[in-house]
């Protein structure tokens, strides 16, 4: 049977007034028992800024029992799953290293009761697996790239994609886009295209090996900060000039404060917004499902833009950087 929260108020009204940490607190018997499966929080400045605000959120002054399990591989994570429901954990959240293999662990967690929310990530299974998912539309973020891209009008786009965790959403929607517009016009031509896992080092190897072939290239399209951080440091190490009025375009994802002041400062010319503020509503669903209540929705897509150099403010970096 599901504990009920000792207060009717989300996380989101607490936060405004003050009351996390006090007038939420539990007893340890109602305390709601989650298991929390996420990416290795060192992947990235995103999943880092993730990992914190769900351990803000999910704690036992919020009414909560929480055990937190990290993997960037999908056999670790569904071994981490299986252990929560032998658990008997109330809810599983999961933010899938792969989209593909969890249709039988979440059909265990169903049969034992729990329920399970994803979030940052979709996965391929069927909805009826999942009460619900918070979660980033990758594919949109890699069109809203891509069309950027495209209204540079550049004669020839030479790009070098640099892609991140293979199988993983975010890999597969920003991978989609470029890999479809390249597909269809003549003047889009991609000279290499490797994973990087999310790593800036990784990164700096792929660029440096074009480099070094002498095949010419002006955009570099890496999906996410990091790995255009390391793309940059190959290109700064060869004096090849890039982000505003260089010789390279160069696009990140995350909008990590750092990178938004790259692009602030023309040195980087797009960044992506993936939004990992996530906790609060993971939070809204748990206290509706704890009350019996109905959810309106059964995803719940996050609000996300990219940024230009050529209009990015210091107020855009304050507010959006993670």
Known sequence: M???IASVLTASMALSLGMVGS?????ADDLIKVAVINNDPNESGYRTANDKDLQAMFNKDNGYDATFYYSLKNDEQIAYAQQAIQDEVDYLLLSAADTSGWDSVLQDANDAGISVILFDRTIDASEDLY???V?????????????WLA?????EYNVIHIQGVMGSAAQIGRSGALTAKADAEDNWNIVVEQTAEWNAENAQQIVQSVIDSGDKFNVIYAENDDMAKGA?????????????????????????KWALQELLDGKWNYDGQCNPFQASYINDII?????????????IVMTEVGFDAATITAEDVENFGI
């Open 2 to 4: 599901k504990k009920v």
């Open 23 to 27: 007038a939420m607190a539990v007893s």
């Open 131 to 133: 009460v619900a998912s």
């Open 135 to 147: 979660v980033s539309d990758m594919a949109q973020e890699g069109n809203t790239a891509v069309d």
């Open 151 to 155: 209204s540079q009008g550049l004669d």
């Open 232 to 256: 940059v440091a190959a290109l700064d190490k060869a004096n090849i000039s890039h982000g505003v009025d260089g010789d390279v375009i160069v696009m990140g994802f995350d909008c990590n």
């Open 287 to 299: 206290t509706k499902l704890q009350a019996g209540e109905t959810l309106e929705e059964k995803v």
